[in-house]
T-cell receptor
Framework: AQKITQTQPGMFVQEKEAVTLDCTYDTSDQSYGLFWYKQPSSGEMIFLIYQGSYDEQNATEGRYSLNFQKARKSANLVISASQLGDSAMYFCAMREGPGGTSYGKLTFGQGTILTVHP | KAGVTQTPRYLIKTRGQQVTLSCSPISGHRSVSWYQQTPGQGLQFLFEYFSETQRNKGNFPGRFSGRQFSNSRSEMNVSTLELGDSALYLC???????????????FGNGTRLTVT
């Protein structure tokens, strides 16, 4: 079974509008972390935002916010006021366990290509 | 602070050859991980090194190996290259926090390997 599922292969949004990228996850661990990364065409993976399984509030980082619904095991990324530079591939990823022994191991979804139109 | 540096950026090799990729982590980061990214399989975890020891390994054949040096720099090696090894290889480093799960991985620009 897929541990991270991103059901939207591609999304389109108009500049200055908000967009939500979906992510659902599957884990039996109580402690886990969820990450979103952006990958422009240049290939570099850019860290955007983090949500911990025990965090009670949704994470926010500038124009990025995470709609975390633990019971539904979803961690959707919301980008507000989209910009042309937001066009890229977006990956949802999970680190399972308390992090003591596997900091470097993330499980990634298949990604969503976001295209921002002027 | 300098980011994660990977060299070379591009490589073209022939089937059967071997290749070594290099990664310098962010200063102070002791965890270095390697990932393979292909259009078909997506991003897959190869292995993780911490303090010169392999701490985690993904589901890849023994042709894929790595090591970490005392300065935290890491290399990965692929022997007997196959066409299917063509991919973007990404290295990432992490600053660990005791008992915390929130340290993100910081990735380099990757090495794009083409096997012909």
């Amino acid at each position: 079974a897929q541990k991270i599922t991103q059901t939207q292969p591609g999304m389109f949004v108009q500049e200055k509008e908000a967009v939500t990228l979906d992510c659902t996850y599957d884990t039996s661990d109580q402690s886990y972390g969820l990450f979103w990364y952006k990958q422009p065409s240049s290939g570099e993976m850019i860290f955007l935002i983090y949500q911990g399984s025990y965090d009670e509030q949704n994470a926010t980082e500038g124009r990025y916010s995470l709609n975390f619904q633990k019971a539904r095991k979803s961690a959707n990324l919301v980008i507000s006021a989209s910009q042309l530079g937001d066009s890229a591939m977006y990956f949802c990823a999970m680190r399972e366990g308390p992090g003591g022994t596997s900091y470097g191991k993330l499980t990634f979804g298949q990604g969503t290509i976001l295209t921002v139109h002027p | 602070k300098a980011g994660v540096t990977q060299t070379p950026r591009y490589l073209i090799k022939t089937r059967g050859q071997q290749v070594t990729l290099s990664c310098s982590p962010i200063s102070g980061h002791r965890s270095v991980s390697w990932y393979q990214q292909t259009p078909g399989q997506g991003l897959q975890f190869l292995f993780e090194y911490f303090s010169e020891t392999q701490r985690n390994k993904g589901n890849f054949p023994g042709r894929f190996s790595g090591r970490q040096f005392s300065n935290s720099r890491s290399e990965m090696n692929v022997s007997t290259l196959e066409l299917g090894d063509s991919a973007l290889y990404l290295c990432a480093s992490s600053l660990e926090g005791r008992g915390k799960n929130n340290s993100p991985l910081h990735f380099g620009n990757g090495t794009r390997l083409t096997v012909t």
